[in-house]
């Protein structure tokens, strides 16, 4: 299948129900400053900046009508990368939002990206396993891991019924009948808006199996 046309600032907007400018001029902000450092640090793949509303914003903001409503939220953004999910749900939600990135490079790119977004996030330049408990509403996650490896850290900074978030591709039904020898948790699913081989898992109720 070859890709779609890329997809414009006014497509996402109509896509996602967005008017207000101001968050859009936010979103350019952060795409020009994705183009600008990826000349010098890999943070993406290359391919994905011909269509960066697509692969980048909407592939990030397309979680943000599954965020539990009950605000105040705390988000605990997992192996950030270049700052996606995260930072995309922090402006559309104002959410206190954890970014972990243990890349000290990537790290100072999300700082950055978030000073000229305007846009508060913590960032913790530290492998998830080292951060201490961020006790979060909602974990979230794209293409961090398989499900095997990446639930730990879920349920590690995750509060008791907290919601996981997380962008999965094409081996996501196969990562979860693996996992599913180790966790139990409440699953949907939905396609993803961005690619046609990917789905958003909205897991609740995870918890670690426990021998009788």
Do not use: C
Not at 81 to 106: C, F, N, V, W, Y
Not at 160 to 188: F, P, V, Y
């Amino acid at each position: 299948m070859t890709d779609p046309t890329p997809m414009d600032r006014a497509h996402f907007a109509e896509t996602m129900g967005i008017s207000d400018q101001s968050l859009l001029d936010r979103f350019q902000t952060y795409l020009d400053h994705l183009t600008k450092w990826q000349r010098a640090i890999n943070l993406v793949g290359p391919k994905t900046l011909g269509d960066p509303w697509r692969r980048h914003i909407l592939d990030s903001a397309q979680l943000f009508p599954h965020l539990p409503d009950r605000p105040p939220l705390k988000i605990a953004d997992l192996g950030s990368g270049a700052g996606l999910p995260g930072i995309i749900l922090a402006i559309l939600s104002g959410a206190e939002t954890h970014m972990i990135e243990s890349d000290q490079r990537k790290a100072t790119f999300i700082r950055e990206a978030a000073r000229l977004t305007e846009t508060p996030v913590t960032v913790h330049a530290a492998r998830i396993e080292d951060v201490d408990l961020l006790n979060a509403d909602v974990a979230t996650a794209r293409a961090l891991a398989p499900m095997e490896r990446l639930l730990p850290w879920v349920h590690r900074h995750l509060k008791n019924g907290g919601r996981s978030l997380l962008l999965k591709g094409a081996d996501a039904e196969e990562e979860l009948t693996l996992a599913a020898k180790q966790w139990t948790m409440k699953i949907s699913r939905k396609r993803s808006l961005s690619d046609a081989s990917g789905t958003v898992l909205i897991i609740d109720d995870l918890a670690p199996v426990t021998d009788v």
